[in-house]
């Protein structure tokens, strides 16, 4: 445990660096994924096309491939993007294509009566969506996009692997330095991540027993 | 589109043109900026200290795949025998693990269930990369062992709770009947709840099973030899400078036809067995 809290400084370093991490990351991909989904129920054909196609490459690539491609592709183009900056737009791109499905599921959830009713009063697409639809999908949508958080804060160690300083980067270095240590080391990290992913999970527990009670 | 949506009516001829209109612009916007990319990736490019560099359509930067060998490598050391060897194993493993835990988070007797429901929620919340890293310096594997561990630990975790979900939403007169012609309580489990359960969640255990494939790029990190691993060695064999974007072009296009199999697999399974989702959007795959 020595190990441990004498490095509390670095953890801390590396906490830090992942909450950035998850905060912009999970911003940009929240505002992005929103865009997508309504282009994806939209009304006009070519638009949908457009976000099956933006939401399908990027679930069916890899996180690390994005990455890569970012940070290591683009400056061997000489195209340089800053690290940081780079990870941000790397976990949100690939981030937002689950929110834009987490989004979908929830309006595809609200019965389709509900639709059907606001129409034949003679709402129009606009008016169906913002007051009949989306007000009952986004509450059902909080527990799946809890979970997609969730999945960033995971995810957001692969930035670790590509030189931006978060927990997985820091423990990588401190398990070098403490040989002996590994374990104690290595369980710190692991306890960083559950203080957020924990308390986030018990979250979406209790606002999806509270949304289907309602229901 | 064979079905039309709730949301607005048949487009008119006014709604039609209208539609048109945006479709062409939308078009002319994707297909310009993609146009743009590749032009702007074809261009030669001066390097700071004024080396220059050819575009990257220009055939001396794709030479090397006209190597059987170089495909080898990616296809045979770095697809078959890395990524798929670490993905085909853990998704087995972790399909046994999942239902095992599921088992248990779901028994009756509390000194399982809650142990089970401890480790569930462990695993869930724990990148697979510190896992992987975990594993390989912690308990001393090779990195194979790792990957697959760190894999099967994460994912079985995940299945393990869709599988419980499944289990939760089924009507409860199905283990009411169960029990009510004799069946023990895991019999009934077993013969009654289960099986539905997993048909029901077959689409979902695909779809992580997807995960799992994609999350194999992570051995990347702990220099388990799969494919981007292996890309990297090519790149340094051959010159980064100059290989380094039809590489990962080549990588890129591996991972999404093996995906995009698994994904289409996901969704015709959905189709066939899956509840009726999509009320109100218009079902439409591309």
């Given at each position: 445990?020595?190990?441990?809290?004498?490095?509390?400084?670095?953890?801390?370093?590396?906490?830090?660096?992942?909450?950035?991490?998850?905060?912009?990351?999970?911003?940009?991909?929240l505002l992005l994924g929103t865009f997508v989904a309504l282009l994806r129920i939209s009304p006009i054909a070519s638009l949908r096309g457009v976000a099956v196609g933006f939401t399908e490459l990027m679930r069916n690539t890899p996180l690390t491939l994005v990455f890569f491609f970012i940070i290591v592709v683009l400056p061997a183009l000489q195209i340089r993007i800053p690290t940081k900056l780079g990870a941000f737009i790397a976990l949100s791109l690939y981030t937002s294509a689950f929110v834009a499905e987490a989004i979908r599921s929830g309006i595809n959830g609200v019965p389709i009566g509900q639709a059907e009713a606001a129409r034949s009063v003679g709402l129009n697409f606009g008016q169906t969506v913002q007051l009949i639809i989306l007000p009952q999908a986004l509450r059902m949508v909080v527990p799946p996009m809890i979970n997609v958080l969730i999945a960033l804060t995971k995810n957001t160690s692969v930035a670790g692997g590509f030189a931006v300083v978060e927990l997985f980067a820091v423990s990588k270095g401190l398990a070098n330095q403490h040989g002996n240590a590994v374990?104690?080391?290595?369980?710190?990290?692991?306890?960083?991540?559950?203080?957020?992913?924990?308390?986030?999970g018990q979250v979406a527990a209790r606002i999806e027993r509270k949304v289907a009670m309602q229901r | 589109m064979s079905t039309s949506s709730v949301l607005y009516d048949a487009p008119g001829p006014k709604a039609r043109r209208l539609s048109r209109v945006v479709s062409v612009l939308a078009a002319a916007v994707v297909g310009g900026a993609a146009v743009w990319l590749l032009w702007a990736l074809g261009q030669p490019r001066v390097t700071v200290n004024g080396a220059?560099?050819?575009?990257?359509?220009?055939?001396?930067?794709?030479?090397?795949?006209?190597?059987?060998?170089?495909?080898?490598?990616?296809?045979?050391?770095?697809?078959?025998?890395?990524?798929?060897?670490?993905?085909?194993?853990?998704?087995v493993l972790s399909l046994i693990l999942g239902v095992v835990l599921c088992f248990a988070r779901t028994a009756p007797r509390?000194?399982?269930?809650?142990?089970?429901?401890?480790?569930?929620?462990?695993?869930?919340?724990?990148?697979?990369?510190?896992?992987?890293?975990?594993?390989?310096?912690?308990?001393?594997?090779?990195?194979?062992?790792?990957?697959?561990?760190?894999?099967?630990?994460?994912?079985?975790?995940?299945?393990?709770?869709?599988?419980?979900?499944?289990?939760?939403?089924?009507?409860?007169?199905?283990?009411?009947?169960g029990l009510s012609v004799g069946l023990t309580s895991l019999q009934t489990r077993l013969a009654v709840e289960f099986p539905q359960a997993f048909r029901q969640m077959l689409p979902i255990i695909v779809a992580q099973l997807v995960v799992l494939l994609k999350d194999t790029s992570l051995a990347y990190v702990v220099s388990y030899p799969e494919i981007l691993r292996v890309s990297g060695y090519l790149k340094d064999y051959y010159g980064s400078t100059r290989y380094s974007f039809s590489i990962f072009a080549v990588v890129l296009l591996t991972y999404l036809a093996v995906n995009f199999t698994l994904s289409a697999i996901a969704r015709w399974l959905a189709r066939r067995s899956g509840p009726q989702a999509g009320a109100i959007t218009p079902k439409e795959q591309p």
């Open positions: 445990m020595e190990a441990v809290f004498s490095n509390l400084d670095t953890y801390w370093l590396g906490f830090k660096g992942t909450l950035e991490l998850l905060a912009v990351g999970g911003l940009g991909a374990i104690q080391i290595l369980l710190g990290i692991a306890a960083c991540y559950l203080v957020i992913t924990i308390p986030l | 220059v560099l050819t575009g990257l359509w220009s055939p001396e930067r794709w030479d090397i795949f006209g190597d059987p060998r170089v495909w080898r490598r990616l296809m045979f050391d770095g697809l078959l025998m890395g990524t798929l060897r670490a993905a085909g194993l853990a998704a509390r000194w399982i269930s809650v142990p089970a429901a401890i480790v569930l929620e462990f695993f869930r919340g724990m990148p697979v990369l510190l896992m992987m890293l975990f594993i390989l310096l912690a308990l001393g594997t090779g990195g194979y062992t790792a990957v697959v561990l760190a894999l099967t630990v994460y994912n079985g975790a995940i299945i393990g709770e869709a599988l419980r979900a499944g289990l939760l939403a089924l009507p409860r007169g199905q283990r009411e009947a």
